[in-house]
T-cell receptor
Framework: EAQVTQNPRYLITVTGKKLTVTCSQN?????MSWYRQDPGLGLRQIYY???????DKGDVPEGYKVSRKEKRNFPLILESPSPNQTSLYFC????????????FGDGTRLSIL | GQQVMQIPQYQHVQEGEDFTTYCNSS?????IQWYKQRPGGHPVFLIQ???SGEVKKQKRLTFQFGEAKKNSSLHITATQTTDVGTYFC?????????WGLGTSLAVNP
C-alpha cells in the first residue's frame, strides 16, 4: 500500500531535549516536505527536499533541521525544542515537485513543555 | 510572496444544503489544488485544476478554475454528514505549495 509513515504519532517532551520525527515513503517520490499546522495559521511549510541531498527552507525553518540521505526518508530534527514548537506536524511527498498532488502522513502531535 | 485568500473561514449548514468555498489570488496561478482534511486526520488530495475556466466534478463536488486563473471554487451539492471537515486550496510552483487557511464545514444532521 502506498503510504507516508511518520513516527511517533504523539510525543510529549521537555524544552531542550533533542528529538527526531521520522518520515518514510514507499512510493519512490523525489519530493518530500514538512509542514506544521497550527489553529488559525493553516499549513506552513518548514523544509522541503527536491531529491536526495537536496533540501531547502520553507516558510518557517527556524529551530528545525532536516536531512535527505535516502530517497525514502526525510527526518525532521528539533535540536533544542521550545514550547513554541508545540504543534501538529505533517510529512508529505509527491512524485517530483511541489505543485504535484501531495501525499500526507498521519501527522505527529508534539507537545514541548 | 504569493498568497491565497480562502473564504469563508467557517460554514455551518443543514444536511442537504449546498456549500461553497472560494480561493482568491492577486496573481495569476499556474494551477490550484484542493484538499480535504477530516477532523483528526491529514489533508487528502481531491483534485488539481490547470486550465483557464476548467470545471471538474467528483460526484457531488464541483471544482472551478476562474477564466483569469486568479480564483477557484469548490461547491458541494446537498451536503452530507460525511462532508464534514476542512477544505483547503493550495497553489504553488515546482518547489513549494502555498496553502489557504481553509474553510471548516460543519453539517447538522
Amino acid at each position: 500500500e502506498a503510504q507516508v509513515t511518520q513516527n511517533p504519532r504523539y510525543l510529549i517532551t521537555v524544552t531542550g531535549k533533542k528529538l527526531t520525527v521520522t518520515c518514510s515513503q514507499n512510493m519512490n517520490h523525489e519530493y518530500m516536505s514538512w509542514y506544521r499546522q497550527d489553529p488559525g495559521l493553516g499549513l506552513r511549510q518548514i523544509y522541503y527536499s527536491m531529491n536526495v541531498e537536496v533540501t531547502d527552507k520553507g516558510d518557517v525553518p527556524e529551530g528545525y533541521k532536516v536531512s535527505r540521505k535516502e530517497k525514502r526518508n526525510f527526518p525532521l530534527i528539533l535540536e533544542s525544542p521550545s514550547p513554541n514548537q508545540t504543534s501538529l506536524y505533517f510529512c508529505a511527498s509527491s512524485l517530483s515537485e511541489g505543485r504535484q498532488p501531495q501525499h500526507f502522513g498521519d501527522g505527529t502531535r508534539l507537545s514541548i513543555l | 510572496g504569493q498568497q491565497v485568500m480562502q473564504i469563508p473561514q467557517y460554514q455551518h449548514v443543514q444536511e442537504g444544503e449546498d456549500f461553497t468555498t472560494y480561493c482568491n489570488s492577486s496573481t495569476t496561478l499556474s494551477n490550484i489544488q484542493w484538499y480535504k482534511q477530516r477532523p483528526g486526520g491529514h489533508p487528502v488530495f481531491l483534485i488539481q485544476l490547470v486550465k483557464s475556466g476548467e470545471v471538474k466534478k467528483q460526484k457531488r463536488l464541483t471544482f472551478q478554475f476562474g477564466e483569469a486563473k486568479k480564483n477557484s471554487s469548490l461547491h458541494i451539492t446537498a451536503t452530507q454528514t460525511t462532508d464534514v471537515g476542512t477544505y483547503f486550496c493550495a497553489v504553488g510552483n515546482n518547489r513549494k505549495l502555498i496553502w489557504g487557511l481553509g474553510t471548516s464545514l460543519a453539517v447538522n444532521p
